[in-house]
């Protein structure tokens, strides 16, 4: 069937080489699994053929038969490689992993440091701090201890505030 197409033969050739293709495959009742055909699978191949071949057989003719056109174009794409550096200055890769180990051996120790740092000024400022609550209390009691007394219960409550500071002190 194409070659009839391809040799510029006139449609009804084409037709008639279909025609006896189809009718050399055709049976009365074929197997599922054997080349042949019924009658109604021959006359939808025939129809699958009317639509789609012979109603743009010119066409195909044409396009089978003349010579065509070639345009060609042509491209240049610019492609950078890239640089590979040179490998003169490298270092073994045991050299490599011990500059690592002793990076972070120096990030280690620097860490512990400023915790150390920020512990020891805690504890300075904690200290600071006790120091200044002491002697506000300290300042308080006193000034408890120099007023005197208007009334027994107060000179009473004195005398232990006082007796109590003497065991603390002790």
Not at 44 to 71: C, D, K, M, P, W
Not at 76 to 96: C, D, H, K, N, Y
Not at 106 to 124: G, I, N, Y
Request: glycine content about 2%.
């Amino acid at each position: 069937m194409q070659s009839t197409c391809y040799t510029g033969s006139p449609m009804a050739a084409a037709e008639a080489t279909l025609k006896a293709d189809l009718v050399a495959r055709c049976r009365a009742h074929p197997d599922d699994d054997s080349a042949y055909f019924s009658s109604e699978q021959v006359a939808r191949i025939g129809s699958f053929f009317v639509s789609l071949l012979f109603h743009n057989y010119r066409l195909y003719q044409h396009a089978f038969t003349e010579e065509q056109g070639l345009t060609e174009c042509a491209a240049q794409l610019l492609v950078e490689t890239p640089i590979i550096p040179s490998f003169e200055g490298a270092m073994p890769e045991e050299e490599w992993h011990a500059q690592q180990a002793a990076a972070a051996a120096a990030s280690e120790a620097k860490r512990v440091a400023a915790e150390e740092e920020a512990a020891t000024t805690a504890a300075e400022k904690r200290a600071e701090a006790e120091a200044l609550t002491k002697a506000e209390t300290d300042a308080t009691r006193a000034a408890e201890l120099a007023r005197k007394p208007a009334t027994l219960e107060e000179a009473v409550a004195q005398v232990r505030v006082y007796l109590m500071l003497q065991v603390m002190c002790v």
